[in-house]
């Protein structure tokens, strides 16, 4: 049955249907019966199965317009349809018993039609949590997400006014007639909603209210059931919290006296007492605890970790318990650098360890960047920087994308060098006290478990888990008790020590193998970088981490650095000089073998220029060589451009008349007077060489 428009209406298909089985040679055949009501048709009597009436009465019916036929059959998959109300009285009994109560069916075929699982009921349930953490079973998500499908339905059939007054025939909700429809489906679909009208229509109510969370049995995480409550555990956790760090026999022996009324415990904070009378069973007896329960509830995962952060440092708590980011290595080489110190692992003679500082290109794992002192200062991580542009310089290599530092000794250059975008393109800061976020820590272990223990005695820790890493060091006996015997190493020693190691260890096959097949780490680093890095600014750089000298501007010409005369690169570059100052500072930065190659030169904020060491050359020329000529000719050129801006900047000449000679001339009378004009000769010259005038003339002629 359907609805036309607002008529109950039934096909004709469903009242001249035949549900009942043909025999054939003696056996029923139930092939084209269909199941009426939920129930199959070899449960039904004959009578029920038989067509509601025949083909021929039918269209006897219509023709004489007994019944009402509000829609005619014909093309398209159009069928007939005969309004319920108009069929005889007969026929409409044999409809309910055939096919049910009309409201029933009404709302069970629209179940039919829209029940969906609720897919976002199902990823509720999933991602629910209870005040522990635990999650609900599978078996209750799958229950609940049933549960609230259903429910779904319902609230969207009841929202559907229109449904709704026809199936109730325009009465208020009838929970009867739903809940009866609801059991229909508790078969079809298996959820546990209850089928009491009464109970039914509180959970549908709750349901609107409150969601998915109604659905959740009250049973879940009941805390009134477990012997140790959520207020004892704190309480057993809070006296584990002494300083002296009580053992957890102890802790049970501290509870258990105060459940007796024997021990006063108070919140230092706010100075309140607990209340014995708190911490009772249901008789209101003290809940004493035996020791291997309250251990059970110190050493579960998360009070471990809750006393690990209050009685461990911070590395402790970290590596053991905090949990951390699990990463991957970048594919090109100079992507990123990772700045570390550290302290050689081998004394000095005092006692004392050298303070190392390195460098480290991340994907291939070479040292691109090394320092050494005795003292951690920041000039430490200054002179490691250095020694890194160093190396990118002698090699022709770019500007590594990111650095990854720790705010110990680079905190000063926070708004200088390590500011993203002054000079590195990112700059990451590391968490203070997370060794295992660096990747230089990973590589400085790598470096010392491996080159370093096999090319050095004495690496490894006193106290290390392996055996073969523990060094050989013997306690020396004395009035001090503190003495041990050690082998010692100067500076320079621990030095070359160390660089020998880094040359093996930058050297090595690079430890992807599968990824980098037969290349070593040096390798990776020069042939594989990132290829979107920029080349460096130098003069920007060396402003922050080269060497500076305070020096002047002489003769418009060059500066002396180091005792050695570095030339501008054009006499123009003295127009970008302070009025009355030609002092400047020279940042440089010395190669590999001590030399300065060329300075940068600024005043102040401002650039100035880029000068090259300025070439002497022999003034003998019997001795010139080749590059005595080529630092003549330089030094030839950068005078003629300086003669030349001279030349064509040359001041012009001006007189200058007092205000009171200008106004006596403008208005005296230009008069004209003759001015008599004495000529002296000279005594005894001769003009007999003018007088020839032809000579004159041929002179005049040649001159043309």
Same mark, same amino acid.
């Given at each position: 049955m359907e609805y036309y428009g607002k008529i109950l209406c039934i096909s004709v298909n469903d009242l001249t249907y035949d549900d009942r089985p043909v025999v054939v040679d003696g056996v029923a055949d139930w092939s084209h019966s269909r199941v009426l009501n939920g129930r199959a048709p070899q449960d039904l009597p004959v009578e029920t199965l038989a067509p509601i009436m025949s083909v021929p009465n039918y269209k006897q019916l219509s023709a004489r317009k007994k019944i009402n036929v509000v829609r005619r059959g014909g093309g398209m998959g159009e069928y007939a349809l005969i309004e319920v109300a108009t069929l005889p009285r007969r026929f409409r009994e044999r409809v309910t018993a055939k096919y049910g109560e009309m409201e029933q069916n009404v709302l069970r075929d629209w179940f039919e039609r829209h029940y969906r699982v609720d897919a976002e009921a199902r990823s509720w349930f999933t991602r629910f949590r209870f005040a522990d953490g635990s999650p609900l079973p599978p078996d209750k998500i799958n229950e609940y997400t049933v549960n609230a499908s259903v429910l779904q339905a319902v609230v969207a059939v009841m929202a559907d006014t229109n449904i709704m007054r026809k199936a109730m025939q325009g009465a208020t909700n009838n929970w009867g007639e739903m809940t009866g429809v609801i059991s229909y489906f508790q078969a079809e679909f298996g959820h546990t909603l209850p089928l009491s009208p009464h109970r039914f229509r509180e959970r549908v109510t709750t349901f609107q209210k409150q969601g998915y969370e109604s659905l959740i049995s009250k049973k879940f995480k009941n805390q009134s059931a477990r012997k140790v409550n959520y207020g004892i555990e704190r309480l057993i956790l809070s006296l584990d919290s002494r300083?002296?760090?009580?053992?957890?026999?102890?802790?049970?022996?501290?509870?258990?006296?105060?459940?007796?009324?024997?021990?006063?415990?108070?919140?230092?904070?706010?100075?309140?007492?607990?209340?014995?009378?708190?911490?009772?069973?249901?008789?209101?007896?003290?809940?004493?605890l035996s020791e291997a329960t309250i251990a059970n509830y110190l050493n579960t995962a998360k009070n471990k970790a809750l006393r690990s952060k209050l009685h461990d440092t911070q590395w402790d708590f970290n590596n053991r318990y905090r949990p951390y980011h699990v990463r991957r290595n970048g594919v090109y080489a100079l992507s990123k650098i990772s700045l570390d110190d550290r302290d050689l692992p081998r004394p000095m003679s005092n006692g004392q360890r050298v303070k190392a500082y390195y460098a480290y290109d991340v994907v291939s794992g070479c040292v691109v960047g090394r320092a050494y002192s005795r003292l951690k200062t920041t000039d430490l991580f200054l002179d490691c920087m250095r020694d890194m542009f160093q190396t990118l310089d002698r090699n022709g290599w770019y500007m590594p994308a990111e650095l990854e530092v720790e705010h110990h000794l680079v905190q000063n250059f926070a708004d200088g060098l390590m500011k993203a975008g002054v000079v590195f393109p990112l700059i990451r800061w590391c968490n203070p006290g997370n060794s295992r976020e660096k990747r230089a820590e990973h590589l400085n272990?790598?470096?010392? +478990?491996?080159?370093?223990?096999?090319?050095?005695?004495?690496?490894?820790?006193?106290?290390?888990?392996?055996?073969?890493?523990?060094?050989?060091?013997?306690?020396? +006996?004395?009035?001090?008790?503190?003495? +041990?015997?050690?082998?010692?190493?100067?500076?320079?020693?621990?030095?070359?020590?160390?660089?020998?190691?880094?040359?093996?260890?930058?050297?090595?096959?690079?430890?992807?193998?599968?990824?980098y097949p037969g290349m070593s780490r040096w390798d990776v680093l020069a042939s594989r970088?990132?290829?979107?890095?920029?080349?460096?600014?130098?003069?920007?750089?060396?402003? +922050?981490?080269?060497?500076?000298?305070?020096?002047?501007?002489k003769q418009n010409m060059f500066c002396t650095v180091q005792y050695q005369q570095f030339r501008l690169p054009s006499p123009r570059d003295i127009e970008k000089l302070e009025p009355r100052n030609n002092k400047v500072e020279a940042y440089w930065l010395a190669d590999a073998a001590g030399n300065i190659g060329e300075v940068y030169l600024w005043q102040g904020e401002k650039y100035i220029a880029t000068c090259k060491l300025l070439e002497r050359y022999n003034e003998a020329t019997a001795e010139q060589t080749q590059a005595d000529r080529d630092a003549y000719t330089e030094q030839s050129k950068y005078v003629s451009q300086f003669d030349k801006m001279m030349r064509e900047e040359k001041i012009d000449r001006v007189a200058v008349l007092p205000s009171e000679t200008t106004a006596a001339i403008a208005q005296a009378a230009a008069n004209a007077m003759a001015v008599p004009m004495t000529i002296e000769q000279p005594e005894d010259e001769d003009y007999s060489e003018y007088m020839n005038t032809a000579a004159v003339a041929q002179a005049a002629v040649a001159s043309v």
């Open positions: 300083p002296e760090r009580p053992y957890n026999t102890t802790v049970a022996e501290m509870y258990n006296m105060f459940v007796r009324g024997e021990l006063t415990v108070a919140d230092p904070e706010t100075g309140e007492w607990y209340d014995p009378a708190n911490y009772t069973d249901k008789n209101g007896d003290p809940l004493v272990r790598a470096k010392k +478990y491996g080159v370093e223990k096999r090319m050095q005695v004495g690496i490894g820790r006193w106290y290390a888990s392996l055996e073969a890493n523990r060094p050989k060091v013997e306690k020396v +006996y004395d009035e001090l008790n503190n003495t +041990y015997k050690e082998a010692t190493y100067t500076f320079e020693q621990l030095v070359a020590d160390d660089l020998a190691a880094i040359d093996a260890f930058n050297h090595q096959l690079h430890p992807n193998q599968k990824m970088q990132n290829p979107d890095l920029k080349p460096w600014d130098k003069p920007y750089l060396y402003r +922050y981490i080269g060497n500076c000298t305070a020096t002047t501007i």
